[in-house]
């Protein structure tokens, strides 16, 4: 078959058969081409430009006649049939970097931490009588009895690559060693040996580590003080193959798309690993062989992916995950580059769609050892669910979909540099004040401004409760737009790309509909204990998007309760604190057992109520505003001045 | 650096660069040369003969100037500086075919042997309630519910790789599935999930491994009926690197050698692996795939380097294993070629020089639960011995040296074809009549011939008691060699190899040090007990060579106690027979578990009375004839038959 080079315009080219795909092409070539419905030709985010050459478009969805005419072409759509030179557009192009800028603050070691106590990871310092012609036994017989003349630990077992180096060790430290042992219920298990003694200074290293279907984030700690050394995160580099959960397991039943997304998280990991330490040798000396404990946290699917267990009954009614409970796995066995024999815990799940990121953030939001009833959410492509106290627990997932992650919106991206994140309009001209992240031209709208972009839309009139735009606003940002109806943000000589930043009528649909999805969830569950929202203390809002919502915006558009802001608590990435603690405590390690153990799931698509709730909240900010007593003043108020205006908008 | 081309006259050619041992170009070149020392130029049994080329030979020990002026070289002492051709001898090509013909009975099932009760590893036909969404429970814990519903199990673990397996696997059998599961103390694995009920009749296989310093023997075994499907054996082709177990561990020791010797240890077996499945499948369809579990025996050195693990402390003072008591493995992790979940247990032992094929042996004996004191032997290279009864066990190892297997002796060899294994000497002429393995040309001596020569010259007055060569003995067969006096046993033109076959005073020497470290050994043991050798009731004799000594010469030379013929029994392999019954029965492994414990191990390099007692058994048959009354009858009717001769030797 013929050969054709493919060159791309940064970096470098290929020599490939005809018929490759575009996508393919660029992974041989080492091009990263965004692919967030995982090759399916449904986004319109993998369009390239294809310049000088022939290719062969199976379809242009979400391509324009123009676009095509300009030589766009989707990447996961179209084959090679000559030589060709592809531009890949530098807004599919991830910002890798800024991620780790939003890294969260530096947190308290959990008080009363005693790794004596609460550390399953044990190092022992070991004197050992020689061996003697009197004194004949064996290496290994020898080293458990010195461990267990020092400590109460359970039969101690070790692995076959252990074996091979006790002798050596136990002569290379003249008969000192220190061993690391970790310690289950039935079984201690030896995990490292060193010849001689160790210093109890000497650091002894674990990983919190949690796995989102976004971001993957990495936590260095110190197992004996506590201390976080070092902190970093970066996208999951399974993005490429699929933005959403559903795209990712669609991804891995094709092909050898299994070995490939286990592959690029592991990808991810390993070089987070990489960089926390560095991060940490530049005052230490530490390595990551010292590394002898990870705790894993992530949704049910980037657990199976992690894995490599097939996660194709997730996505297909009943919904059931292979494993929830996880044995606990050696770094070498999982393909951490780690100490191979370190002990890693993933930590349990619910159900498909509440994974050990829900149950470790419940953990480290306190909420199940709460006397009172709190609300916990988890708001990302999908939103899951908390109601509970100590006493009872209840949890759901929504299928949110993209939109707040800046996906299914024509000009939604993620919340890295350029993105919208914060929208004010003029109550009489319409004319919107923008915050971008990181201070530069727009490129697009990230959740939370979308959030607050319908919120402000929704309070100035500019869409009224249905969600429609008021296309007959005193205003030229109101337009006919190819999809209908739209209105611009930006001018296309303020942004990025020199295009027309807006959004549309689909797109707010999209919105108005992930919001009532997250809203009827937390209905259903406070209707399925018989207890009424507002009895909720708090509510605690975990996952790195949640931290950047703004309270007043979110019950605006009804998506989060009206209660008073106070109530209200942004803890950050709960799932990779609870890994943490996990990390550091077997007693908080069990407590996540007991809390996914504990939890009453229901599942939203087999509950009728569901789709009561959620035609009920599928308005601005609900059908029924009872449950929104402050915006419904905020309303009148707004009615009050647009009729004013002679220019009603709400009835 | 220069390349040459050495070429092996039957097995093509390398190109090696100057410098390079003749032994390594024979490795890259694929050509099998013996190295019983582990290439240290101390046996000179790698000998080959260079032909038109250059190479420099750093020692030329055991080779006599002659010989070197043939061309002969020590293949392991000699380097290339020039292209050469190279001629190996065919005696030093090991007859790999013939071992497998002397393979033992096929073996009784144990009677009243019961799977169900007996069997460590069971079958479970399961039907497990499909997912609903209102039963999501995840895969695994569906799996776990439905295996505890058939029977009382401990926690149910599963590896990594099967949890992948399982969802897939689940589906495929519409939720019927057979599960092999492997029940130990405190957990049971799952070693196998099948979709679909599979018959009762369907086989469940095992194998029972051997791991001979000499020989491999592998059984496979059907575990529900217990019926040996099939065995073979061949050498262990560590033998190139070395005859015998010190040989090994110095190999392991040098560059790569430790991984060198795993790989060819697991070659072996694997290969005989491969050999039992196509034995057994010319009658049923079976796979290697299929195989479940295996039981491994073999010394503490073959163990060590199966494992890979590091045996040098066993050589060293005070020659401690690095384990004696190994953890269950999967074959995976060992390496062999059969369900890489299957559990491969190795069977404890108990000292550096008393390993498992002893404790199994042990039990295979029945001598661990007989009522009356036995004494147990297992002779090779090194001599085992066990003393006990149902309450008392005492062991100890005597380096018996390689006579007895064809070591250190300049006509000896292996049992295999063209070997001597038997000779009667004319008292009159001192004639030797000769019995050749395979009815062939002699081509030397091995273990059972040299006894049974031994034995001869003694009675007929060709060595006197002190195994001194009677020089002036009435025929040509006695005559000056290069080291000594020597005794021809088959004169150049009757010969495979057209050289004479003879036996020096070294050789003797020799022999008479290996059955005197024996009985030694043999008479600490009972001296250790308070027991005289007497009241043993049985003399139970293991190991395959042990199947080929002629009782009478053995009492003879002094290498077995004097006892009445019907006290001997000749068990064959015990050891594999021990691996099989613990392959059927838990209760027959951890017996053997309990006869390790139970041993009392008296190393006899730190007994004074050892010396002692070798030192009076360096006679033939002992400095104490009353402890062979037998042997002194016969001694007394040579004598007058020799004096009547006029040719007093015995004094």
Known sequence: MAEHTISFDRDGSVSVPTGT?????????????????????RCGRCAVQVQNGGV???????????DVAAGYALACQTVVESDAQIIVPDQDTLDRTLTSDRVVAQPAVPPGYDPQRDQSVRRYCLTLSPPTMDDQRDDWSRLQTAVAQQADLPQLTISLPLLRQIGPVLRQGD??????????????????LLPGPVSNEAPLLGLAIDIGTTTVSVWLVELLSG????????????????????????YASKNNGQAELRRLVLESINTLVERVMQKAGSERQVTSEQVIKATVVGNSIMMHLLLGIPAESIRLSPFVTAVNHLPPFTAQEIGLDIHPEAEVICLPGVASYVGADITAGVLSSGLDDAPDVSLFMDVGTNGEIV????????TCACSAGPAFEGGGVRDGMRATRGAIEAVWIDGNTYEPTLRVIGNSKPRGLCGSGLIS????????GVVDKGGHLNQHLATDRMRQGESGPEYIIAWADETWHGRDIAITHVDIDNLIRAK???YAGISVLAESVGVPLEMAEQVLIGGSFGKYINVENGVQIGLLPDMPWDNFKFLGNTAVLGAYHALLSQTAQQRIGEIAGRMTYIELSADNSFYEAFTSALFLPHTDLSQFPSVATQIEDVNEKISRKDAKVFS
């Open 56 to 66: 062969r478009r199976r379809s242009t969805l979400r391509l324009s006649e123009e």
């Open 453 to 460: 972009l319908l919120a402000e839309m929704f309070l100035t």
């Open 21 to 41: 795909l575009l996508t393919e092409a660029a992974v041989q070539a080492g091009v990263f081409i965004s692919q967030p419905c995982g090759g399916q030709g």
């Open 175 to 192: 008969w000192q060693v220190t061993a690391v042992v970790s310690i289950g219920e039935d079984a201690a298990r030896l995990i490292n």
């Open 227 to 250: 201390e976080v050394i070092a902190q970093t995160a970066e996208y999951n580099r399974q993005i490429r193959c699929g933005e959403d959960v559903i795209s990712r397991i669609i």
């Open 516 to 518: 009532a999805a997250v």
């Open 387 to 394: 109601l509970g106290c100590r006493d009872w627990l209840v």
